[in-house]
């Protein structure tokens, strides 16, 4: 049997589909502005004081390769976002030298800083023996008596962004800021000179 077409019967299949296509555009052009508006950049982070109590050669006959260190630094890390606060959660520290860890990893607590927010830790890091390479430590040896070592700071966690009623997942972090300081052999310092301006690397 031959089926009867009602004239007009696709009109409001076409409308309803045309008012579900407009939607979605709307939907997706509102998305767009409030992600421009609201995208959140990297925090930034600057090294402005590093204080060097105790790096020395901690070597016995058994264990000839080995250092003391203990030093404070002072980080200082703000949110670049007017409009975006930033949690910081799980966050080590530690201190580097030719890419060997000269002090244990060091944890910070939860921290959650405003829109376009400042704050700054001092957290004190060192042990009494830390094992490194030879080459390593006849290299800071040599260093420190021309009077110049290169230490890298690394900073490990993961970070969130708040914008109002709305929360991201939780990201990555990861920061190394590369220091030039000033430290000759048998110094210590309750701040060594910044030979340079540290550059800190902020990854997410």
């Not at 089926?3 to 767009?32: D, Q, R």
Request: aromatic residues 8%.
């Amino acid at each position: 049997m031959e089926k009867k077409v009602i004239p007009g019967s696709s009109k409001p299949n076409c409308f309803l589909c045309s008012c579900i296509l407009l939607l979605l555009i709307l939907t997706g052009i509102t998305a767009l502005i409030v992600y421009l508006v609201y995208r959140p950049s990297k925090p930034h982070f600057s090294v402005a004081r590093l204080s060097v109590f105790a790096l020395t050669n901690n070597a016995s006959s058994q264990y000839p390769n080995l250092l003391c260190t203990s030093m404070q630094l002072t980080f200082v890390f703000n949110n670049p976002n007017d409009r975006v606060g930033v949690f910081y959660d799980r966050l080590t520290v530690n201190v580097y030298y030719h890419d060997e860890p000269i002090t244990p990893p060091v944890s910070l607590p939860l921290i959650f800083q405003e829109p376009a927010g400042t704050a700054a830790l001092s957290p004190v890091l060192g042990a009494p023996s830390v094992p490194v390479s030879g080459d390593a430590l006849t290299q800071l040896i040599a260093d420190r008596t021309y009077g110049v070592v290169g230490l890298k700071v690394v900073v490990l966690g993961r970070v969130k962004f708040k914008s109002g009623p709305f929360k991201s997942g939780w990201s990555m972090l990861y920061v190394r800021c590369d220091l030039a300081v000033g430290l000759k052999k048998g110094g210590t310092a309750t701040a060594v000179p910044l030979l340079s301006e540290p550059k800190c690397q902020v990854e997410i």
